[in-house]
Every structure is written in C-alpha cells, then in structure tokens.
C-alpha cells in the first residue's frame, strides 16, 4: 500500500499520504467505496483504516487547503480554486479527465453518480410543483453552485 | 493558610535547599502560566477574529445566502429557549431534591443510592444524553425532535449539578438558625422556607446559573433531539425544531462550504459571551453575598 | 434531632405534603439514572445478541458494511483520554498547588476566576478552536501527517479536564490540617519541602480523586474531540499512534447517530456503544468520588 509520495514515483516530496473520506453512512463514501476502490467489482476491499472520516465535504476541504500531505474525494462544488484536482483515465491508457460539468455530462469523467429522487407514483401537487422547480429553475442555482446540471 | 507558610523556619539551613526551593516555585509558575495563558489565548483569538463580524444586523437578523450571510438571531433564540425550559423543569427538581437531602434525608441506604445516582447523572457523556433523549423523548414517547425533547435532555444533564450545589449552599447555612427557628415554634417547612432558603439563596442561584450555562453550551444532547441548522422561521411551539449557538457553531465550521470565517468566530464570539457573562454574574452574586453573609 | 415544633393538625397534613414533594425530588434521581440505564438497554442489547462476540471484539469498525469490531474506538477512547490525563496531572496539582500553598493574594485572585472561565468555555468552542488553530500548528511542529491527532484531542482535552482536577486537589490541599505544615516548618523544613514531603502525600487520596474525576470528564468529551482527532478508526497500538488520528466512542456516536436506520443494526450498535459509555464512566466516577462520602458536613441536619 502507497504511504509516502514518494513510494509514488514523486521525486523530492517525501511526505506521508494523509486520505481524508467521507463518515461511513455519507452516500458519497459509499459509492466512491463500491465504484472507485472495488473499481465495480465484487470484492471485500474497504477504507484504509488510516482514512480520516471528516464530518462533511467542507471537513475534507478545509483539511485539503491547509495540509499539503492530504488528499480525499469530494462534491465538484466544494472544490475551490485553491484545491487541486487531479485528473482521471477511464483505463490504463485513456487520456487523463479533469472534473467539470461538461467532462461528466458527456462521460468523459468515470467518477460521477447521479442523484435520484423517488415519489410514490405520479407526482402530483405539491411534490410535482417541487420536481418542476428542481428541474427548472433549480438546474440554474445547481449550475451556479459549481455542481453538474442535468442535461435534456 | 499561606500565612502560616510565610513562617521562616529558625534554621537557615543549606543555600541549597532555598534554591530548590525557588526553582521549585519558579515551576509552579510556569504551571500556572501554562494553564491560563492559552486560556487568555482562546478569548483573544475569538474575539479578535470575532468582532469584526459582530453587528446589530449579526445578532439580531435572520439568516440569508445559505446561512453565509446575515444573522444568526433564530440560533440565539433557540438556545435561550431551551435554556428557560431547562430552567423550568431542573431548578424545581434540583432544588426540591437538595431541600431533601440536607434537611430531611438520614442516612440510610436509600440516601446513599440517591447520592450515588446524582454521582452517576454528573458523569453521564453527554453524547450518551443524547441518545437517552433520542430514545425516549424523541421515538417513545413520539414528541419528535423539539425543543420539549431537547429541554427535558438537558434539564436531566443538568439536574445534578443544581442538587449538588443547591445542597452545598443549605448546608453552609449554620445549625443555629434552624435551632432558633424551631424554639420559636416554627414548623421544619416554616424554618426552611422563611430562614434557611433565603439564607442559602445567594449560592443556590449560582449553582442553578452555572448549570445552566454549561446546558446552553452544549451540543451532543441536542443532536438528536431538537437542533436543526436552517430553520426559516422562528420556533412557534415547544413541539417545533429550533437552532441552537453551539449546533450552529458546529455546523458552520465543519459542514458549510465556503463559510467566512469571521462569521465563524463571530458565532464562537456570541456564544462565549453569553456563556461568560453569565459566568460573572454567578461569580458577581455569589462574591457580593459572601460578604452580606449573616455568618 | 428533628428540628420543628409539633405541628397542628393541618399544619401537620401540608408539613407531610411538602416532605413527600421534596423526597420525590430526591428520590427522582434515582429514577433518572434507572430511566437512562433502562433506555440504553433496550436499544443497545440487540446490539450484543445479534453480533457474536469475536467479531464485536473485531479490529475493524465498517458499520455500513457489515463489521462492528469496537477495539479500535475502545482503545481510541482509552488512548486519548490517559494522555489527557497526563497532561492535565502534573499541570492541574502543580496550578492547585501554586494557588492554595505559594501565590500571593493578587495572583490567587486572578489565577481562580480563569480557571472558572476555562470551566465555562463550552466545547464546541474550544474543539473550533483546536480545529481551526492547534492543529495546523500541531501538524508544523510534530511534522505529523496531519494535525488532526490523538495528541491534538488530549491537549484539548487536558484543558477541558484542568478545572475540575485543580478544584478538587485545592478542596484536598485545604483538607491537610494547617498543624502538618506548622510542624514540619518548625522543624527546620522549607515551604517546598513541606509542600512535597508533607502536603501532598496526606492530601494523595484527594489528589487521586481528582485525577479520576478528570478521567471521567475527559472519556465522555464528545464535541472537541470530534472536531480534532481526525476520526479514523485506526487501532492505536503503535509507537507512533499518539501523532496519528484516532476515533473515539463518543465521537462514533455523536457523528453516525444523524443518519442511521432506526432498529438496525447499525442503531443498536450506537447505542451498545452509549451502554458501554454509561457503564465506564460510572466506574471512573465511582472510583473517584466515593472520597466525596466521607466530606465533613457543615451546617444542615445531617
């Protein structure tokens, strides 16, 4: 298991890795769990028990900006100018993806999931008036906040 | 007493042992120092980070721009209240219990079970609170998380502080007065309630001020039972949700992207203030009366 | 004795009626600390019944797939809460030491209402401020990976457990009879030495009382704690562990209470946790305040 840097390959920066994730019962820690450290695949793989489990993405942010060691997964619209994303092949070989609305919405980005909301058969009033909003004039709040808009 | 160690021994002694003796006290210093200056340290550092976000419109405005702006008047509220219903439901209890157990209880087993439960409720986590509360206010008995769940939370938690202090300021009430009371011909109640009571007041009220502001402050009981984080109203019903200061502070510097920080330490500022003056006030009645102090 | 002239037979019924309120008061305490123990059996004991003991007992804490190993927040728990302690020891009996045997009026006089104020600090606002200002500094001057540390949650720690530690050492330096220390200094001792070699060891018991009431305080601490240990459910058994992140039991509680299923499993281990909690503390508590039996009354009745 990587521990340092430089174990990667980064010369001169022989620093511990520190990996900050989500708490346990977060939706994102376990669909980065399942998608991004089992790759999809059935397996018994888990969190390094070393993973930091910050109480929320802004935990995971604010641990980024101030610590050089660190590095975690987050919502596209926690991230700051001032964090650095790294890019993401799909497969050995595949050209390396920064995140953006654009990349994930085409699928050029691997690391996305897609929220789904449920009601009980049709909407109807109240709960159809709030669908309608979230997917009028919600798409433009979602998009101004930095997360990834539905398309058509 | 100090005074009595001011006495120089007759025996000069060695120089030796008076310089241990300085390097010694030297050390208590830096003890000393090591305790209270990181203490001076927090309030400066929240203060002075604070203050630039304190404003009439931070206080006593409602939150806006997903709680990055605006004010935080509705957390304040919140922990106000959930302070009086503490209030309303431990100081009867606790005080009615000290009464007991200072003029009325002998010491049988069962008196001792009551010291140990009160030993017990002191050191309870309050996180443990929490889930007590969660499962019987909230779920059992279906009131949900409200302010009457987080309340009776934290009236509980609070409970033995009040008793053990209430208890402690009946006690320091001397004898005599309950003797004179009664060759009067007063009745036990009459001489509690007319003498001893008013007597032990002062240090009651401290204690009840002191357990009370350590209810305010606290975050774990209230997790489960009552605080919410953007609340758009003002708390109509003792069965509605409210914020609260220190879920609030919580919340802000752990969950929120893109907090200022200023607001943060503004929040820490608010809190402390209220939490420390009423710290003074207890400090400030209980200095006043020790000096009125009829013993 | 009982003190109070007979009374009148309606004086009598109201006497008898105020008795009863009081004693339910009393008595309600009891009944408190029952109501508790019985919730948190309730909902934690399908936690010990449906997870066999090996797995309970397990290294690994994965609640949301299945592994309810509780070693690694038992021994976060523990790991945290002795450093702490043997922060706030030294520091806390030196301060008491200082302020009830050595310092001038004018430093006492300062010295006591800081100490008050520390004990009034809520700890949210001191795990914020650990967060935001002891752990980067943490990070720089360890060279630790993180800042977030078992270390940085026993500093906090230590500070949150100082009052009570100082308070009680001072209640059990004020119990040394003035006779002790007038006799060793009329033989020729130095006031340290008086201090060390006479003060403090009669006063031990009440010392050790108020080291077992800071252990009790700090193993309960849930927010600062949350806020400055990093959370990760590492077992803290190598040299290393104290610069390194830690998850304790309270911290498990008060972060995966929010979003766990009523009635799973995941919620009976929570509260199994909370029942573990109760009864540790109780003990820890037991220990230290059984001195507080013996205090000598002043006034009342009893």
Do not use: C
Not at chain 2, 7 to 27: D, T
């Amino acid at each position: 298991m990587l521990k340092r840097y430089e174990d990667e390959g980064r010369q001169g920066e022989d620093r511990p890795i520190v990996l900050l994730s989500r708490e346990s019962n977060s939706g994102t820690y376990v669909y980065f769990l399942e998608e991004v450290i089992r790759l999809g695949e059935e397996s018994e793989l888990l969190f390094s028990p070393e993973t930091l489990l910050m109480p929320s993405s802004e935990g995971i942010s604010a641990e980024i900006r101030q610590n050089p060691n660190a590095i975690g997964y987050d919502g596209l619209g926690y991230v700051t100018p001032d964090q650095k994303m790294l890019g993401v092949a799909k497969d050995a070989g595949d050209p390396y993806v920064l995140p953006s609305a654009d990349t994930v919405n085409d699928g050029a980005y691997p690391i996305s999931r897609e929220l789904f909301m449920y009601t009980a058969g049709e909407p109807q009033g109240a709960v159809k008036a709030y669908l309608d909003y979230i997917l009028g004039e919600g798409q433009g709040l979602i998009k101004a906040l930095g997360f990834v808009p539905l398309t058509d | 007493m100090p005074g009595s160690a001011r006495i120089q021994p007759a025996n000069a002694g060695s120089a030796r042992r008076y310089a241990v003796q300085r390097f010694g006290f030297a050390l208590l210093v830096l003890a000393s120092l090591l305790v209270v200056i990181p203490i001076l340290f927090v309030i400066g550092a929240i203060v002075v980070r604070g203050l630039p976000a304190i404003s009439l419109e931070f206080i006593f405005g409602m939150p806006s721009d997903g709680m990055k702006a605006g004010g935080i008047w509705p957390a304040i509220v919140g922990t106000l209240l959930l302070t009086a219903g503490t209030a309303i439901v431990a100081i009867p209890i606790g005080v009615g219990g000290a009464i007991y157990l200072a003029e009325y209880a002998h010491d049988t087993m069962l008196t001792r079970a009551i010291r140990l439960a009160i030993v017990n409720l002191a050191g309870i986590p309050s996180v443990v609170y929490g889930l007590f509360g969660l499962g019987l206010f909230v779920l059992f008995l279906n009131f949900g998380t409200s302010i009457l769940a987080g309340a009776l939370t934290l009236a509980i938690m609070t409970l033995p502080v009040i008793i053990s202090t209430a208890e402690e300021a009946l006690r320091a009430v001397p004898v005599e007065f309950r003797t004179v009371s009664a060759s009067l011909g007063g009745t036990r109640w009459q001489g509690i309630s007319n003498i001893v009571l008013p007597q032990a007041l002062p240090g009651i009220i401290t204690g009840v001020i002191l357990g009370l502001l350590r209810a305010g402050g606290e975050t774990a009981p209230i997790l489960f039972t009552v605080a919410a984080f953007y609340l758009p109203s003002l708390p109509r019903s003792p069965l509605d949700q409210t914020m609260a200061l220190p879920y609030h502070l919580y919340v802000i510097s752990t969950q929120v992207p893109g907090m200022p920080e200023k607001i943060q330490y503004g929040t820490a500022l608010v809190l402390l203030v209220l939490v420390l003056s009423l710290n003074l006030l207890a400090s400030w009645i209980r200095n006043y009366y020790r000096r009125k102090r009829q013993w | 004795m009982k003190f109070g002239a007979q009374p009148r037979a309606r004086a009598g019924w109201s006497e008898f009626a105020l008795e009863s309120v009081v004693r339910i008061a009393g008595f309600s305490t009891i009944g408190f600390v029952l109501l508790i123990f019985l919730f948190l059996l309730r909902e934690g004991i399908p936690f010990f019944v449906e997870v066999p003991l090996d797995q309970l007992l397990g290294r690994y804490w994965y609640p949301t797939f299945d592994r309810f190993g509780i070693l690694p927040l038992v021994l976060g728990s523990i790991l945290v809460t002795i450093a702490s302690v043997l922060i706030a020891l030294p520091l806390g009996v030196a301060t008491a030491v200082f302020v009830r045997e050595v310092a001038p009026s004018w430093a006492r006089d300062i010295l006591k209402p800081l100490i008050e104020v520390l004990a009034g600090i809520p700890s949210v606002v001191l795990g914020f401020f650990g967060m935001t200002l002891v752990a980067p500094v943490i990070r720089e001057v360890l060279g630790a990976p993180t800042g977030l540390t078992a270390f940085t949650g026993a500093l906090i720690l230590a500070y949150m457990a100082l009052p009570t530690v100082i308070s009680v050492a001072e209640d059990a330096l004020d119990a040394v009879p003035k006779s002790y220390r007038d006799a060793s200094l009329a033989m020729g001792a130095t006031q340290w030495q008086t201090i060390w070699r006479v003060v403090v060891p009669a006063a031990k018991s009440g010392i050790l009382t108020a080291v077992m009431l800071g252990m009790g305080r700090a193993i309960g601490e849930t927010m600062a704690v949350m806020m400055v240990t990093g959370n990760a459910a590492r077992m803290p058994i190598t040299l290393d562990s104290l610069v390194r992140p830690v998850r304790t039991m309270t911290a498990t509680v008060a972060a995966e209470m929010g979003e766990v299923a009523q009635g799973s499993i995941h919620y009976h281990a929570l509260f199994g946790i909370g029942i573990a909690l109760f009864v540790l503390t109780f003990l820890i508590n037991l220990a230290g305040a059984s001195a507080i039996f013996q205090k000598r009354r002043r006034g009342g009745l009893r």
